[in-house]
């Protein structure tokens, strides 16, 4: 029998026989559970397709083995999946937030997404997640009775919040939301659903965010040895990443680079997943929730690393930032990429007639923070090939971003 058998339900889990249910009411499902449905919707929407040709770290024609944001989320959905089943979690709601969390990220990844930033600055800016809810909420027009894919109020909670409360109990936005006030489309829907964004999320829309955080510490440490921009011996001296290191060296003494490298990264994921899977169990002893809204109410993270393994992630993130996200060949990459978004935004938004026909009506009417806005959802709706498709049907030159 699977050793997953024996994994008790807890009793803080997400049940989605007790939904809070969906803003517009359907039926229920013969087959599929409310999460499970979720999903599907999810993988079926056209933005999850869109996510194959978006950037991760790398423009998707620098190499064909390199992450792209649909191949990062199937892995942070992998992890997701892995944590919830050892926690006794749900695992379909668990895969749902996993699924859906780079949704709303335009082309170019966060190039992308600082560069619309820049051009809403005046209109309460571009956030990608902000950007995931209008997505879900709106923008996919798929079914005859409503417009976004109508997700249960859980998913659409952990797609908003998974990284913690946007504001105090008062309603007055919190953290890195406390100077800009709430994006936009999170502060306006939250006017026809209360999605209590002052509590703590769930438990799996916490192991969404930290699944996220294991497949990019693991994956782009692949990726940037794949590039050439450090090697294993760099590595070495990063925590926890030199301690595996020695052990596979150890073990196997005249093992290539290829094979060395796919071992570490096996390890240093197993290694996170273990932690994180102990720590949430020691702070569920001390919480001792007896359902998913003592989760909520935790007043802090009830899923995360322990001291010294958050400390080890601090250590991985700090050296990918330096001789990665910084490297002189992305920053230069990735500052040609933003030219390239503020050069269609400015384009669109001062000639709305040269946006494709099937979206020109959608721009070109109404007051102005409106157009803008429909402009953005054009632009971060694009893949990295269609931007610098579009780019060079309407600029003399494009750069190639290599």
């Not at 170019?108 to 051009?119: M, Q, S």
């Not at 030199?242 to 596979?248: A, H, K, R, S, T």
């Not at 001390?286 to 400390?311: E, H, N, Y």
């Amino acid at each position: 029998m699977a050793v997953e058998a024996f994994i008790a339900r807890a009793p803080y889990a997400s049940d989605p026989a007790d939904s809070r249910g969906r803003l517009h009411p359907e039926a229920s499902s013969p087959t599929r559970n409310a999460f499970r449905r979720d999903c599907d919707r999810i993988i079926h929407s056209t933005a999850f397709r869109r996510l194959a040709h978006k950037t991760q770290v790398f423009v998707f024609h620098e190499g064909d083995h390199f992450r792209t944001r649909l191949t990062h989320t199937l892995e942070v959905t992998q992890i997701a999946r892995s944590l919830a089943r050892a926690l006794g979690l749900d695992e379909d709601l668990a895969e749902a937030l996993a699924l859906a969390h780079d949704l709303g990220h335009p082309p170019f990844g966060h190039a992308g997404e600082r560069a619309l930033d820049r051009c809403l600055a005046d209109f309460e800016g571009f956030d990608h997640n902000a950007q995931t809810l209008r997505i879900v909420t709106a923008l996919e027009r798929r079914y005859a009775e409503f417009d976004g894919l109508n997700l249960t109020w859980e998913t659409l909670e952990g797609v908003v919040k998974h990284n913690g409360p946007l504001t105090e109990r008062t309603g007055e936005p919190s953290g890195r939301y406390r100077r800009r006030g709430l994006p936009h489309a999170i502060r306006v829907h939250a006017e026809s659903q209360d999605l209590e964004l002052w509590s703590w999320p769930s438990a799996e829309a916490q192991i969404a965010a930290l699944a996220d955080d294991i497949a990019y510490d693991a994956h782009d440490i692949d990726d940037g040895l794949r590039a050439g921009l450090f090697t294993l011996d760099d590595l070495a001296g990063v925590e926890i990443i030199g301690d595996i290191l020695q052990e596979i060296r150890a073990a196997y003494a005249r093992l290539d680079a290829g094979r060395e490298s796919h071992e570490l990264m096996r390890r240093l994921i197993t290694r996170l997943i273990e932690d994180v899977i102990a720590e949430t169990g020691r702070r569920m002893r001390a919480l001792a929730p007896r359902r998913v809204g003592d989760v909520r109410l935790a007043g802090r993270p009830t899923v995360g690393f322990s001291t010294a393994m958050a400390a080890a992630d601090r250590a991985i993130k700090g050296f990918l930032g330096v001789r990665m996200y910084r490297h002189a060949r992305i920053m230069r990459i990735m500052g040609e990429a933003e030219k390239v978004v503020c050069d269609l935004f400015g384009r669109y938004a001062a000639a709305p007639e040269d946006i494709p026909v099937e979206w020109v009506q959608n721009v070109g009417a109404g007051e102005q923070p409106g157009r803008l806005r429909r402009v953005a959802d054009f632009i971060a709706g694009m893949t990295d090939r269609y931007a610098l498709i579009e780019h060079a049907r309407l600029f003399e030159v494009t750069p190639e971003l290599r």
